[in-house]
């Protein structure tokens, strides 16, 4: 038993627009967003973070990245995005964990030849009594 509304005949043809065709109803899935291409990123990499080339590897991979999102190839584009992103992680960490070993190297040694001045200036202060001498 048919319990849909409103109720038809089913003798009756199938209702036509005014067009003469038939609906075709489509469910689509929700918009995928479009991949990452980095490139703003990538070109900061480039101009200050460009040490080994890292910079420029990861802005010629947005470049490219950009170029097949607009292609419209978006699996293309999502690895050639991927890839730009590595490149700019590790011209990130080249470019700015050196230094900071560097400074983290001075500051100990700084501290270090502060406890060996103090612990000089400790021996070479020292009194002695002339009966040592004798």
């Known amino acids: 038993m048919d319990t849909a509304y409103p109720r038809q005949d089913p003798r009756a043809p199938a209702p036509r627009e005014a067009d003469g065709g038939a609906h075709t109803a489509l469910t689509l899935a929700a918009p ?9 990123w990538s070109v900061f990499s480039t101009l200050y973070l460009n ?6 590897l990861a802005l010629a991979y947005s470049i490219k990245a950009r170029d097949q999102k607009v292609a419209g190839d978006l699996a293309e584009a999502q690895r050639l995005g991927s890839k730009a992103k590595c490149y ?22 700084a501290l270090h030849l ?20 004798d």
């Open 32 to 40: 995928r967003p479009a991949p990452r291409d980095h490139l703003l």
């Open 51 to 56: 040490l080994c080339c890292l910079g420029f």
């Open 88 to 109: 700019n992680i590790l011209a990130a960490m080249w470019a700015l964990v050196p230094p900071l070993l560097l400074l983290a190297l001075v500051v100990t040694g």
């Open 114 to 133: 502060s406890r060996l001045a103090k612990d000089s200036a400790a021996f070479f202060s020292t009194k002695f009594d002339d009966a040592d001498y």
